[in-house]
Protein backbone atom coordinates (compact mmCIF):
# COMPACT_ATOMS: atom_id res chain seq x y z
CA UNK A 1 0.00 0.00 0.00
CA UNK A 2 0.74 3.42 0.07
CA UNK A 3 3.32 4.67 2.51
CA UNK A 4 3.48 8.42 3.91
CA UNK A 5 6.46 9.90 5.70
CA UNK A 6 5.69 13.30 8.25
CA UNK A 7 9.17 15.03 8.94
CA UNK A 8 10.05 15.96 11.55
CA UNK A 9 8.48 13.56 14.30
CA UNK A 10 8.70 16.44 17.06
CA UNK A 11 9.41 19.87 16.67
CA UNK A 12 9.20 22.13 19.79
CA UNK A 13 8.65 26.13 18.90
CA UNK A 14 8.89 29.68 20.97
CA UNK A 15 5.73 31.08 21.04
CA UNK A 16 5.71 33.29 17.51
CA UNK A 17 7.55 31.33 15.49
CA UNK A 18 6.97 30.07 12.04
CA UNK A 19 7.37 26.03 11.10
CA UNK A 20 7.28 24.05 8.28
CA UNK A 21 6.03 20.70 8.72
CA UNK A 22 6.23 18.16 5.66
CA UNK A 23 4.43 14.97 4.50
CA UNK A 24 6.60 12.76 1.57
CA UNK A 25 3.79 9.96 0.15
CA UNK A 26 5.00 7.17 -2.40
CA UNK A 27 2.58 7.01 -4.70
CA UNK A 28 0.05 9.47 -6.90
CA UNK A 29 -2.99 10.54 -4.91
CA UNK A 30 -6.49 11.59 -5.53
CA UNK A 31 -7.11 13.29 -1.86
CA UNK A 32 -4.97 14.65 1.01
CA UNK A 33 -5.81 16.07 4.08
CA UNK A 34 -4.23 18.13 6.80
CA UNK A 35 -5.72 17.26 10.73
CA UNK A 36 -4.81 18.71 14.39
CA UNK A 37 -5.18 16.96 17.25
CA UNK A 38 -4.97 18.70 20.10
CA UNK A 39 -3.34 17.96 23.66
CA UNK A 40 -7.09 16.41 24.37
CA UNK A 41 -7.19 13.87 21.93
CA UNK A 42 -9.40 15.82 19.40
CA UNK A 43 -9.01 15.53 15.42
CA UNK A 44 -10.12 18.27 13.55
CA UNK A 45 -9.75 18.39 9.47
CA UNK A 46 -7.21 21.16 8.65
CA UNK A 47 -7.20 21.02 4.69
CA UNK A 48 -8.05 18.86 1.66
CA UNK A 49 -5.54 19.86 -0.38
CA UNK A 50 -5.10 17.18 -3.40
CA UNK A 51 -2.66 19.94 -5.25
CA UNK A 52 -2.20 23.19 -4.94
CA UNK A 53 -2.20 25.42 -2.32
CA UNK A 54 -4.57 27.02 0.55
CA UNK A 55 -4.65 28.99 3.55
CA UNK A 56 -6.73 29.56 6.39
CA UNK A 57 -5.67 32.21 9.20
CA UNK A 58 -2.04 31.73 10.41
CA UNK A 59 -2.22 28.12 8.40
CA UNK A 60 -1.24 27.33 5.21
CA UNK A 61 -0.77 24.19 3.01
CA UNK A 62 0.97 23.49 -0.10
CA UNK A 63 0.92 20.04 -1.80
CA UNK A 64 2.66 19.35 -5.15
CA UNK A 65 1.63 16.11 -6.54
CA UNK A 66 4.00 15.56 -8.89
CA UNK A 67 6.60 15.50 -6.60
CA UNK A 68 4.82 13.47 -4.26
CA UNK A 69 4.84 15.91 -1.12
CA UNK A 70 2.78 18.59 1.28
CA UNK A 71 3.92 21.35 3.24
CA UNK A 72 1.71 22.47 6.41
CA UNK A 73 3.45 26.03 7.20
CA UNK A 74 2.18 27.31 10.48
CA UNK A 75 3.16 31.22 11.12
CA UNK A 76 3.43 33.11 14.31
CA UNK A 77 2.96 29.98 16.47
CA UNK A 78 0.47 29.93 19.34
CA UNK A 79 0.81 27.63 22.41
CA UNK A 80 -2.83 26.52 21.25
CA UNK A 81 -1.41 25.15 18.18
CA UNK A 82 0.00 22.40 19.86
CA UNK A 83 -0.57 18.61 19.45
CA UNK A 84 -0.22 16.00 16.69
CA UNK A 85 -0.25 17.08 12.89
CA UNK A 86 -1.45 14.42 10.44
CA UNK A 87 -1.14 14.13 7.44
CA UNK A 88 -3.42 11.50 5.33
CA UNK A 89 -3.70 10.87 1.71
CA UNK A 90 -5.73 8.40 -0.11
CA UNK A 91 -4.08 6.31 -3.20
CA UNK A 92 -5.60 6.79 -6.94
CA UNK A 93 -7.45 3.57 -9.07
CA UNK A 94 -10.57 3.53 -6.88
CA UNK A 95 -9.33 3.32 -3.55
CA UNK A 96 -11.22 4.47 -0.86
CA UNK A 97 -9.09 3.93 1.87
CA UNK A 98 -7.46 6.96 4.02
CA UNK A 99 -3.75 6.50 5.01
CA UNK A 100 -2.13 8.40 7.60
CA UNK A 101 1.30 9.60 8.37
CA UNK A 102 2.80 8.86 11.84
CA UNK A 103 2.74 12.24 12.57
CA UNK A 104 4.34 15.69 13.70
CA UNK A 105 4.01 16.02 17.35
CA UNK A 106 4.23 20.14 18.12
CA UNK A 107 5.17 22.10 21.46
CA UNK A 108 4.64 25.97 21.76
CA UNK A 109 6.33 27.25 24.65
CA UNK A 110 5.59 30.36 26.26
CA UNK B 1 -24.78 20.66 16.23
CA UNK B 2 -23.36 18.94 13.48
CA UNK B 3 -21.33 15.96 15.24
CA UNK B 4 -20.08 12.53 15.55
CA UNK B 5 -21.01 10.78 18.59
CA UNK B 6 -19.20 7.72 19.76
CA UNK B 7 -20.05 5.57 22.60
CA UNK B 8 -18.83 4.64 25.64
CA UNK B 9 -15.74 7.56 25.95
CA UNK B 10 -13.98 4.61 28.35
CA UNK B 11 -14.14 0.68 28.15
CA UNK B 12 -12.34 -1.44 30.42
CA UNK B 13 -13.56 -5.38 29.30
CA UNK B 14 -12.05 -8.79 30.19
CA UNK B 15 -10.94 -11.01 27.14
CA UNK B 16 -13.63 -12.71 25.21
CA UNK B 17 -16.42 -10.29 25.92
CA UNK B 18 -18.30 -9.29 23.32
CA UNK B 19 -18.67 -5.18 23.02
CA UNK B 20 -20.03 -2.88 20.57
CA UNK B 21 -18.69 0.51 20.62
CA UNK B 22 -21.40 3.36 18.69
CA UNK B 23 -21.00 5.87 16.15
CA UNK B 24 -24.14 8.30 14.95
CA UNK B 25 -23.68 11.15 13.00
CA UNK B 26 -26.17 13.50 12.29
CA UNK B 27 -25.10 15.32 8.83
CA UNK B 28 -25.90 12.85 6.24
CA UNK B 29 -22.52 11.68 5.68
CA UNK B 30 -22.27 9.06 2.94
CA UNK B 31 -19.12 8.08 4.13
CA UNK B 32 -18.14 6.48 7.42
CA UNK B 33 -15.16 4.90 9.24
CA UNK B 34 -13.02 3.83 12.12
CA UNK B 35 -9.41 3.88 13.21
CA UNK B 36 -7.18 2.30 15.55
CA UNK B 37 -4.72 5.02 17.31
CA UNK B 38 -1.48 3.70 18.78
CA UNK B 39 1.22 4.99 20.26
CA UNK B 40 4.04 5.49 17.76
CA UNK B 41 2.14 3.81 14.59
CA UNK B 42 -0.29 6.69 14.35
CA UNK B 43 -4.01 6.19 13.03
CA UNK B 44 -4.87 3.18 11.17
CA UNK B 45 -7.98 2.66 9.08
CA UNK B 46 -10.35 -0.75 10.47
CA UNK B 47 -13.35 -0.35 8.35
CA UNK B 48 -15.01 1.77 6.46
CA UNK B 49 -18.20 2.40 4.48
CA UNK B 50 -19.63 3.81 1.26
CA UNK B 51 -22.91 4.52 2.03
CA UNK B 52 -25.62 1.65 3.79
CA UNK B 53 -25.11 -1.58 3.42
CA UNK B 54 -21.89 -1.24 1.79
CA UNK B 55 -18.57 -1.93 4.05
CA UNK B 56 -15.07 -2.59 2.88
CA UNK B 57 -11.92 -3.05 5.44
CA UNK B 58 -8.77 -1.02 5.83
CA UNK B 59 -5.76 -1.84 6.70
CA UNK B 60 -6.59 -3.67 10.09
CA UNK B 61 -9.47 -5.36 10.09
CA UNK B 62 -8.80 -8.27 12.23
CA UNK B 63 -10.50 -8.97 15.04
CA UNK B 64 -13.48 -6.25 13.81
CA UNK B 65 -16.25 -6.38 12.36
CA UNK B 66 -19.00 -3.44 11.68
CA UNK B 67 -22.22 -3.00 10.16
CA UNK B 68 -24.09 0.19 8.27
CA UNK B 69 -27.78 -0.67 8.43
CA UNK B 70 -29.24 3.01 8.37
CA UNK B 71 -26.85 5.98 7.30
CA UNK B 72 -25.92 7.41 10.17
CA UNK B 73 -25.20 4.55 12.42
CA UNK B 74 -22.00 2.82 11.99
CA UNK B 75 -20.96 0.51 15.00
CA UNK B 76 -17.38 -1.63 15.67
CA UNK B 77 -18.14 -4.93 16.84
CA UNK B 78 -15.44 -6.66 19.07
CA UNK B 79 -16.51 -10.65 18.95
CA UNK B 80 -14.16 -11.29 21.00
CA UNK B 81 -11.60 -8.76 22.34
CA UNK B 82 -7.86 -9.53 23.07
CA UNK B 83 -6.05 -7.15 24.60
CA UNK B 84 -4.25 -6.81 21.66
CA UNK B 85 -6.91 -4.61 20.71
CA UNK B 86 -6.52 -2.36 23.48
CA UNK B 87 -6.85 1.34 21.79
CA UNK B 88 -8.04 4.70 21.50
CA UNK B 89 -10.90 4.12 18.72
CA UNK B 90 -11.94 6.68 16.34
CA UNK B 91 -14.72 7.00 14.65
CA UNK B 92 -15.20 9.73 11.50
CA UNK B 93 -17.62 10.58 8.56
CA UNK B 94 -17.49 12.76 5.79
CA UNK B 95 -19.99 13.94 2.74
CA UNK B 96 -17.80 11.44 0.56
CA UNK B 97 -14.41 9.99 0.43
CA UNK B 98 -12.93 12.66 -1.72
CA UNK B 99 -14.54 15.96 -0.42
CA UNK B 100 -13.59 18.47 2.83
CA UNK B 101 -15.60 18.08 5.87
CA UNK B 102 -14.03 14.87 7.59
CA UNK B 103 -15.37 14.64 11.15
CA UNK B 104 -13.99 12.48 13.79
CA UNK B 105 -15.80 11.62 17.08
CA UNK B 106 -14.20 12.21 20.60
CA UNK B 107 -13.08 8.60 20.94
CA UNK B 108 -13.09 5.57 22.89
CA UNK B 109 -10.36 4.10 25.11
CA UNK B 110 -10.79 0.88 25.05
CA UNK B 111 -8.44 -1.53 27.46
CA UNK B 112 -8.96 -5.44 27.52
CA UNK B 113 -7.84 -7.16 30.23
Known amino acids: GIQVEQSPPDLILQEGANSTLRCNFSDSVNNLQWFHQNPWGQLINLFY???GTKQNGRLSATTVATERYSLLYISSSQTTDSGVYFCAVRSGAGSYQLTFGKGTKLSVIP | EAQVTQNPRYLITVTGKKLTVTCSQN?????MSWYRQDPGLGLRQIYY???????DKGDVPEGYKVSRKEKRNFPLILESPSPNQTSLYFC????????????FGSGTRLTVV
Open chain 1, 49 to 51: IPS
Open chain 2, 49 to 55: SMNVEVT
Open chain 2, 92 to 103: ASSPSPYSVGYT
Open chain 2, 27 to 31: MNHEY
